[in-house]
């Protein structure tokens, strides 16, 4: 079992495991809700630079655009309703090919079609972020969200972060109530 993060904790992936080239992002959740809809959430990527902002909007990861262009960032598919035990998807992260001028790799959830379906991650429960290390699968770290959000339809899980010659993992767990769209505009992605 990996280092377990509260909100805004860190840890040195480096240090956790030394020689680690290429991690897995494993995010998880549970639906609270019996109304019989579908909770369609989905995780996506964010290669940002210093500043903040996406190097293109094809360093923007997600179900429709499944790899960075570089080739270091790559979505394994999208989980319609949350439903088994484990990751419900996947991010796979090679850190030795991520472009140097990528300072973070943000990872947001979104609730697909909240507005019309009346979603939120009120609803959602059991939600978690994790970091694996690809060989051999051991975690590495991991953030469970107990937040109260009723009202936000998107939220950034956590955060791979560049320090100095390191990788590091930060716990965020920030909501917007304005969906995918909102953490698009904030880092910068054309939508």
Known sequence: MGV???KGGNV???KEAPGLTAVLVGLGW???TTTG???DLDASALLVNESGKVLSDQHFVFFNNLTSPDGSVEHTG???TGEGE???EVIKVNLTTVPADVARIV???SIHDAENRGHSFGQVRNAFIRVVNQAGGAELARYDLSEDAATETAMVFGELYRNGAE???RAVGQGYASGLAGIAADFGVNV
């Open 4 to 6: 377990s993060l509260s």
């Open 12 to 14: 040195s992936l480096s």
């Open 30 to 32: 549970d639906v609270r």
């Open 37 to 39: 809809t579908d909770y």
């Open 78 to 80: 999208d989980n319609l």
């Open 86 to 88: 484990g990751d419900d």
């Open 107 to 109: 990872f947001p959830v």
């Open 167 to 169: 990788w590091k993992f």
